[in-house]
């Protein structure tokens, strides 16, 4: 796509400066762009002055609102009222998108049953089972398999190599990364007798006894159920529910490598980072961020808008609103205290390894 300064502006609903005529032919960052020429030029990413400085004259750029573009010898920019917020219009612009060409591959094997609707993309060697609906502008890429009985919205980016079970239903526009699995079986079993698991849970460590143990499947008869404008990363895997779906809420992003377990519940416009892992029949609440290593054990309750710093190890029930950190997780001011008090812990010990000897001074001319 090729746009003008002036076209991108509006369509990003920003300010334009300078030149508003000038070809803007991709995006790039302030060191690798070239000063734009009768065909155009990359727009550079500029929006803090540490960036800007790396400008060629005769650049074109966006900026943050207070910069100067006169001052850097641009041609033309862009400013930015929020310059995160105006960079996902800018990519989005510019995004090609995977290449899955239009119509169905002579390779791909879809069950007479399955319906798929207008303007649908399926790439090379995609499996489609019995009675899948897959709404309209649909894109599934190479490789992808969607189980039995599985009803996907309109407009869904499947990309290559992902892999979703049967049972599963998703709204509209949900993009799911390379790898990804969605609705495999959750991780439940049992034993005859209560096992080690189910005594130290209820003794809080102690072992009565030792004894050989084998572990009955218990199957996952529900599905998964995926909102509208869910995106799914890499690797990233969603089992389904014993009885009752995994539920993932409108407008949740999750990230590479992701682990959501079975029956878990999770809320509208999540931020789930990468190996977050969130255990059996937890209920995440909406508009909460999980940061990197997040660990949730199972059955916890997690309130609406609670921040987890990253590698955060969640133990218990976290009212909603709190910002918390750490392992077993604390509001984070707490834990804060915590590690001013165990980086000072080797100066303590010497202080009192110093009280000893002179008590011990003390206590012999005594």
Known sequence: ?????????RALDAQCWGDATIRVTGAAEPSAVEPAGPQGGQLAMAMAPKYADQLRPGSIAILAQGMDPEAYGLKAAIFAPRPRLVMAGLTRAFDPGPDIAPGIHPTAVIDPTAQLAEGAAVGPFVVIGADVVIGPGARIGAHASIGRGTRIGQGALIHPGVRIGHGVTAGDRLIVQPGAVIGGDGFSFVTPEESGIEEIRRTLGSRAGIRQQHWTRIHSLGGVEIGDDVEIGANATIDRGTIRATR??????????VMIAHN????????LCSQVGIAGSSVIGDRVVLAGQVGVSDNIQVGSDVIAGGATKIYSRVPAGRVILGNPAVKMETQMEIQK??????????????????????????
């Open 264 to 271: 878990v519940v999770v809320g509208s416009d999540c931020l």
């Open 1 to 9: 796509m090729v746009l003008t300064m002036g076209e991108l502006a």
């Open 248 to 257: 993932v809420g409108r407008g949740t992003k999750i990230d590479n490598l």
């Open 341 to 366: 008090a165990m980086r000072r812990l080797p100066r303590f010990a010497q202080q009192l390894s110093k009280l000893q000897e002179s008590v011990t001074r003390l206590l012999e001319k005594g």
